[in-house]
């Protein structure tokens, strides 16, 4: 099985703040990979230094095989991503974002392939629609069509479902799970909605003030069978691991 990201030995440090530390795991080809923690336990530093957004201070990073220092700009290709609140423009219609985003991606902006990703997301029928009559689980789903306009093979999510009522979380959960399942994309989610990720992650990591305090196949991590203690929810097993 192809390994999508290699972390080894990662730390960064902000002033007197330790927010990652010594930090290793893997994500597989496939793996809808749940990167979980309390706030502050260093999700989004993670995941700035995996998009080069910021530097480590040691450790290394491969992505889709390749080291991130030396071979940036073809990692970037092939990786989407949504980080932040969706920056889209709210005046223009679906269709038109993507049209914008394409050409910002050096794609050549072809309809059906713009069609076939707001369909991939659930909004083929608001193409002609402005963003700014979306709801915003519906410009969430937008903003990760966006990160699909270059067809990346792995998709970074950072906290995807925040500020979304109970259907859009519904609605980005299937999203997920049809990108692996359907798309064949790899896609690392993190996210503080432990019963969505435990209805969607494949595998997962638990870090705890930067270091990594679990990782492996999510059935096996909560099968009470394979545990020193017997665990009914990945809410309960984590709070287990974290609360100290």
Sequence with gaps: MEVMIR?????????????????????NQGDVYGFLGQNGAGKSTTIRMLLSLIRPDIGSIQMLGHDLRTHRTEIMRSTGAVIEKPDLYSYLSAEDNLRIFSRLSGIKPVKERIMAKLEMVGLLERAGSKVKTFSQGMKQRLAIAVALVHDPKLIILDEPTNGLDPQGIADIRKLIISLSRDHGKTVLVS?????????????????????KVVEGEMKELLDPSLSNKPVRSLEEYFLSLTSK
């Design 191 to 211: 996210s503080h909605l432990l019963s969505e990720m435990e209805q969607m992650a494949t595998r997962m990591i638990i870090i705890d003030r930067g270091e």
């Design 7 to 27: 972390v080894e030995n990662l730390s960064k440090r902000f002033g007197t703040f330790q927010a990652v530390n010594n930090l290793s795991f893997t994500v």
